[in-house]
């Protein structure tokens, strides 16, 4: 399934051990906040290795965020909803107010995507309906991004962004031919930013 390959694909974007501001560095190192939002986004409503290991890998490599992903590294599949959701919000406040304007904007868009995966990832393995508005106001949420892109976030990452967020406007958020897009623009995102 589509969704699987982008969790896989996710995975990629830690290869970087330096930090987002640096010249030089490829967009999977550039967009390491981003891969950090997405992945606490999964991680504070569900357990999934993938993710999980997303942010091992940052908390190790990455040693200015080590201290705030600890105890986040530290869950468990057996940890209690309640206790993950805090451990998860604890870790995302004290790593926004550590971060650059423009790591905060990674950090944003990479939530906004996570939450959106858990949205429909969920409620497709449960075989529930999608909930519109949720996928309505994360996609609205992106486009809003996408109007004060930060100068250092590259333009073929921020154009994908864009036209994520613009899916906000269909009428038919729920069909399977808009989930399809979704998914397809998400891929087509994370293949440039591992350079695939």
């Known amino acids: 399934m589509k969704i699987t390959f982008l969790l896989i694909a996710v995975l990629l974007l830690v290869a970087g051990q330096a930090a987002a501001q640096n010249a030089g560095l490829t967009n ?85 995507l996570g939450t959106l995966y858990v949205e429909i990832g969920s409620k497709i393995e449960a075989r529930e309906p999608l909930d519109a508005e949720t996928i309505r106001f994360q996609l609205n949420l992106l486009e809003r991004l996408t109007e004060n892109t930060p100068a250092d976030i590259p333009s073929e990452i921020a154009g994908k962004l864009k036209e994520i967020g613009a899916l906000g406007q269909s009428d038919a958020l729920t069909d399977k031919a808009t989930i399809d897009e979704l998914i397809g623009k998400t891929v087509e995102l994370i293949a440039i930013i591992s350079g695939e």
């Open 28 to 112: 999977e190192q550039k967009m390491l906040p981003f891969a950090t939002g997405m992945s606490l986004a999964v991680l504070r409503e569900r357990h999934e290795n993938n993710f999980q290991d997303v942010v091992d890998r940052v908390g190790r490599q990455i040693r200015y965020y080590s201290e705030e992903l600890k105890p986040v590294r530290e869950l468990t599949k057996n940890t209690p909803p309640m206790t993950r959701r805090t451990v998860v919000d604890q870790a995302v406040d004290e790593l926004r107010a550590k971060m650059s304007r423009s790591d905060r904007w990674q950090f944003l868009a990479g939530d906004a």
